[in-house]
């Protein structure tokens, strides 16, 4: 029987090319190149590793990309800076946030939950943090819109966030950055009747989390990194959760830059706001086991990857499970150990 056309799927009358899927190279590759570093200490070594991978591969991927939240500007990173040209020059024209290891101190301490991170949208509609480096954020599911804001106590967003979700109120988790600015966010949290899941780096970790319907967590609130921010908001957009910011400078220095920047500190920030596209990517590889996804694994002669491969127009979210030959990959003497 024919199908109307409120009956038929749009995704399957003109299947396009999925950017993504050519993406996740890149960030295996730089979860691949910093094993050698988890656990030696040395984090500025990991991230040089992985950028010089993740820069490598991008070079193949058939787009025009703009850098623009990188690893800083060019006088100080000679690779993926900000304003850099990445892909062939050939097909659509995008914006670019990149993290080759979303956790540096993680990968050099050995800890769980370190991801390298890649996300893409149409030029010209990703929000650029000019000097603002630090922001308040609050991701939820898709139940929060309407319900929950900055503009709201974090008690009271609990509390109505439970009631849109049909949850009790300690049955509801929040993840936050375990930091000494966060001391009195916390303790409204755990007043309020709900619990905490602390973390110690990794926020856009902790922000896809929130928004997943199978994770324990149910909220991510507090100060974190903008360029962070941008990047989960594209993730946010592809898993039709909920995301809000709004600029949070830590120091007198970086609220002057802000402030002289044009940046309104008052200003809420919603998710078309942080990145404007309804066509965004977001793709992560674990580098160390986490939450969201397991890190590098050796397994005999073969490395092991995990990623997330996120599309906002279409909804889909995929794992990829690789398995890589590890004396294509890595120095002879840690592919034959």
Known sequence: MPQSDSQKAPVFDNPDRNLAMELVRATEAAAIRAVPYIGRGDKNAADGAAVAAMRTFLATVAFDGVIVIGEGEKDEAPMLFNGEHVGNGRGPSADIAVDPIDGTSLTAAGRQNALSVIAVADRGTMY??????????????????????????????????????????????????DRPRHAELIDEIRSAGAGTRLMR?????????????????????????????????????ALGGFMEGRLAPQSDEEHRKVV???HDLTRVLGLNDLVASDNTYFVATGVTDGQLLDGVRRKGPLIRTESLVLRSKTGTARRVIAEHRAEKWLEKEWARS
Request: charged letters at 25%; hydrophobic letters at 40%; a negative charge.
């Open 201 to 237: 780096d990794g926020d856009v970790a902790g922000g896809i989390n929130a928004s997943r319907w199978e994770s324990r967590i149910d909220m991510c609130a507090g100060a974190g990194g903008t360029p962070e921010g941008v990047i989960t908001a594209c993730a946010i957009k």
């Open 128 to 177: 650029d943090p000019v000097d603002a480096f630090y922001m308040d954020k609050l991701v939820a599911g898709p139940e929060a819109h309407g319900v929950i804001s900055l503009e709201q106590s974090i008690g009271d967003n609990i509390r109505e966030y439970a009631r849109a979700t049909g949850k009790d109120v300690e049955d509801i988790v929040v993840a936050v950055l």
């Open 260 to 262: 002289a920047a044009g």
